[in-house]
Nanobody, 123 residues
Framework: QVQVVESGGGLVQPGGSLRLSCAAS????????KGWFRQAPGKEREGVSY????????YYADSVKGRFTVSRDTAKNMVYLQMNNLKPEDTAVYYC????????????????WGPGTQVTVSS
């Protein structure tokens, strides 16, 4: 089955850290551009971080620069989002997406979307 599935969300206090994982099955994730998006209640989905298929282009939203880092593990066919110094405004459902075309992900679309994982930052 061709899919991506996120994991690693949870409840964390402000200033804490979480690492989200995105596991791909049925295709080689390294061959695709990859992205992380999030959607908070009552808000539109927004792009958090994207990386193209050769890792030469990486994007971070201004709101997460210096706090979030995207990485991948070729052997495990996974991509990660390390989130440090979390803030209450980072609370959202986080989604992983993969597509052949990096520009498609930049536009907020993609071929393979995961079901999402909830991140809640609260004291």
């Amino acid at each position: 089955q061709v899919q991506v599935v996120e994991s690693g969300g949870g409840l964390v206090q402000p200033g804490g850290s979480l690492r989200l994982s995105c596991a791909a099955s049925g295709f080689i994730l390294d061959h695709y551009a990859k992205g992380w998006f999030r959607q908070a209640p009552g808000k539109e989905r927004e792009g958090v971080s994207y990386i193209n298929n050769n890792d030469r282009v990486t994007y971070y939203a201004d709101s997460v620069k210096g706090r979030f880092t995207v990485s991948r593990d070729t052997a495990k066919n996974m991509v990660y989002l390390q989130m440090n110094n979390l803030k209450p405004e980072d609370t959202a459902v986080y989604y992983c997406v993969a597509d052949w075309n990096y520009a498609t992900i930049q536009e907020g679309h993609g071929r393979y979307w995961g079901p999402g994982t909830q991140v809640t930052v609260s004291s």
